[in-house]
């Protein structure tokens, strides 16, 4: 077996009492003391600290912009100094290989990629580009919601002026910290790049705040789950195309039909014919009636007895803050808001309704 990497808060997660579990290669906390659903919940009232230092961190130089943009269909040469999007990488047949952000600093790109992902994702990025830097000695923090500014402010009062996807640096301690503010749960909120060397120290000085308590894997997909955010490699993959995903959002008109710099990624054919014409099948939410959970992998019917399979639940589970189950599947697009759907659970088909999302509403500082 191969042995779990552990990020530089390994250490203190464990003096926390955290709960371990191998997470993409890594040992992460799961849960705190607290229990999921409380950390859920404090993170939507207070301020929550994740680990997120499993993370790939990689810098491109401005000048692989070009090179970057035929493997991502978004406006990176658009993209201002000091803000941040998110983009994704396609691959020839429109599938998504990964999901990521990507901020421009004074000289570079500073890219954030998904654990699970992220070693292909810096092959296939050393394949295509003339420099690629792979950071390795900072971990990578977030800090999420509504009292998440009140909290950072008090270490470096600036953090209070940015808005959401703008990109900072900061000093504490003698070291840099680079600051974006976004997160993954649907509230206002930071991810901080930290050197390690001052990283448990921040983190810590952090966790002494009275609204700042530690949040693990379990309430953080919770938490994104209520706020509609897909999770790579089960609401989205090689399978599902951007617009399939519900995420065209990401693409600006300047990548797309017509555009100044149209298409010129992988899969752009079939990506800019579906921007055009629509997809055949989306990703849509649900809210299974009762409170029974309708989880990932639970077949979806559009009759109560016999009728026709239509789809599959990609990420499901209870929201804490909704108070009720909800859940995501790719189901036809002739599927609206409002209908009537039924998931298989345990041999019982049980009805649920088609819903818009995010089920929780989000609350980003723009």
């Known amino acids: 077996m191969t042995e779990l990497l552990r990020t530089d808060l390994y250490d203190l997660h464990v003096s926390l009492g955290a709960k371990m579990v191998p997470f ?29 230092s499993h993370m790939g961190q990689v810098i491109v130089p401005l000048s692989a912009i070009d090179a970057l943009e035929a493997l ?28 990521l952000m990507i901020a421009r600093k004074s000289d570079h790109l500073f890219l954030v990629v998904n654990a699970a992902c992220a070693e292909a994702d810096i092959a296939h990025l050393q394949a295509h580009l003339p420099e690629v830097t792979v950071i390795r000695d900072r971990a990578l923090i977030a800090l999420q919601g509504p009292k998440a500014e009140a909290a950072l402010a008090r270490l470096m009062p600036a953090v209070a002026g940015m808005r959401f996807m703008d990109v900072a640096e900061a000093g504490w301690q003698g070291q840099t910290l680079w600051i974006s503010r976004s997160g993954y749960t649907g509230e206002d909120g930071y991810e901080i790049s930290v050197p390690s060397a001052v990283a448990v120290a921040f983190t810590q000085a ?37 617009v399939e995903g519900d995420i065209a959002w990401a693409i600006q008109k300047v990548r797309r039909k017509g555009g100044a710099r149209e298409g010129g990624f992988p899969g752009a054919e079939r ?52 108070g009720a ?20 659970v345990r041999g019982k088909r049980l009805p649920a309704t088609v819903s818009a999302m995010p089920f929780q509403a989000q609350t980003y500082k723009r």
């Open 206 to 242: 952090l966790l002494d705040m009275d609204e700042v308590a530690p949040i693990g894997l379990g309430a953080r997909d919770s938490l994104r789950l209520e706020a509609g955010l897909c999770l790579y490699g089960h609401d989205i993959d090689t399978t599902t195309t951007p």
């Open 24 to 52: 993409a290669g890594w040992e992460m906390p799961v849960q705190y003391p607290m229990g999921v659903m409380k950390e859920h919940l404090h993170t939507r009232a207070e301020a929550g600290l994740f680990d997120v």
């Open 72 to 99: 991502i269909p978004v406006d990176i040469a658009g993209l201002k100094e000091g803000r941040q999007r998110y983009g994704i990488f396609t691959n020839e047949a429109g599938g998504i290989l990964d999901d």
């Open 325 to 344: 189950p909800i859940a995501m599947a790719y189901l036809p697009s002739s599927f609206h808001d409002g209908d009537t759907v039924w998931g298989e």
């Open 271 to 322: 990506i800019l014919s579906q921007l055009d014409s629509g997809a055949d099948r989306r990703r849509m939410g649900l809210r299974p009636e009762g409170r029974a959970p309708m989880r990932e992998g639970v077949e979806i019917f559009d009759a109560a007895e016999g009728g026709t399979m239509i789809g599959t639940i990609t990420s499901g589970g209870f929201g804490p803050s909704v």
